[in-house]
T-cell receptor, first 112, second 116 residues
Framework: GDSVTQMEGPVTLSEEAFLTINCTYTATGYPSLFWYVQYPGEGLQLLLK?????DKGSNKGFEATYRKETTSFHLEKGSVQVSDSAVYFCALTRGSNYKLTFGKGTLLTVNP | DTGVSQNPRHKITKRGQNVTFRCDPISEHNRLYWYRQTLGQGPEFLTY????????KSRLLSDRFSAERPKGSFSTLEIQRTEQGDSAMYLC??????????????FGPGTRLTVL
C-alpha cells in the first residue's frame, strides 16, 4: 500500500538557520504530494502541495519539489523563525477517493 | 467563522461506554473525511463520505465504529463499547470535489478521546 516516510525528529534550530525535512514516498501511479503543518494547539493546515512531477510547491518561504525519480518531496526553508515551530507532516493522495496518507510528523523547534 | 468545527473538543469516558462525536464541515463541501491520530503518529484514514453516501471504510474501522452523514451536512462518528486502545485524536476534514478534481482538505481542531 501507499506509505510516506519522514525524517525522525525532533529538529531543533536557531532562528535564521536553514531547514530541510526529508520526505520520501511509496505509491503506484502519480500521487499528489502535500506538506501539512500543525501549530501548537491548532488543527492541521495545508502548507503547500504539488500535483505532478517537477512541480514546486511554495508558501510562507517554504518550498518543496516533487521528484518522481527519487520519490521525494523534501521541505526546505532558507531562514526559519521562532513562529515556524510546529509539527510538519508529509502526505500523499492517490486515486479518486483523495484520502490522505500521512508520515509520522517531524517536530521543529526554533530557538531565538 | 466558516471553518470545520468538531464537538466535543475533549471526551473522557470509561471503558465499555459509547461515545459520539460530531463534525460540521465547511458548508459547500461535498466530501467529508474522518481520520484518527495517536500520539507520535500521523493521522490515519478511517472513512469518507461523498454527500450522504459513505464510500470507503478503512480496516481500522471495526464494527464498533459507525459513521453517518445524514442529508450530506454534518457527520457523526460513534464508538460503541469503547476500549483503551480507542484513545486518540479524531480528526474531521472536508473538501469540494467536482468532475474528479478536488480542492484542499480542510481540517477541524479534532476531538481528543481518553478511555479510562
Amino acid at each position: 500500500g501507499d506509505s510516506v516516510t519522514q525524517m525522525e525528529g525532533p529538529v531543533t534550530l536557531s532562528e535564521e538557520a536553514f531547514l530541510t525535512i526529508n520526505c520520501t514516498y511509496t505509491a503506484t501511479g502519480y500521487p499528489s504530494l502535500f506538506w501539512y503543518v500543525q501549530y501548537p494547539g491548532e488543527g492541521l493546515q495545508l502548507l503547500l502541495k504539488a500535483t505532478k512531477a517537477d512541480d514546486k510547491g511554495s508558501n510562507k518561504g517554504f518550498e518543496a519539489t516533487y521528484r518522481k525519480e527519487t520519490t521525494s518531496f523534501h521541505l526546505e526553508k532558507g531562514s526559519v523563525q521562532v513562529s515556524d515551530s510546529a509539527v510538519y507532516f508529509c502526505a500523499l493522495t492517490r486515486g479518486s477517493n483523495y484520502k490522505l496518507t500521512f508520515g509520522k510528523g517531524t517536530l521543529l523547534t526554533v530557538n531565538p | 467563522d466558516t471553518g470545520v468545527s468538531q464537538n466535543p473538543r475533549h471526551k473522557i469516558t470509561k471503558r465499555g461506554q459509547n461515545v459520539t462525536f460530531r463534525c460540521d464541515p465547511i458548508s459547500e463541501h461535498n466530501r467529508l473525511y474522518w481520520y484518527r491520530q495517536t500520539l507520535g503518529q500521523g493521522p490515519e484514514f478511517l472513512t469518507y463520505f461523498q454527500n450522504e453516501a459513505q464510500l470507503e471504510k478503512s480496516r481500522l474501522l471495526s464494527d464498533r465504529f459507525s459513521a453517518e452523514r445524514p442529508k450530506g451536512s454534518f457527520s457523526t462518528l460513534e464508538i460503541q463499547r469503547t476500549e483503551q486502545g480507542d484513545s486518540a485524536m479524531y480528526l474531521c476534514a472536508s473538501s469540494f470535489v467536482l468532475a474528479g478534481v478536488t480542492d484542499t482538505q480542510y481540517f477541524g481542531p479534532g476531538t481528543r478521546l481518553t478511555v479510562l
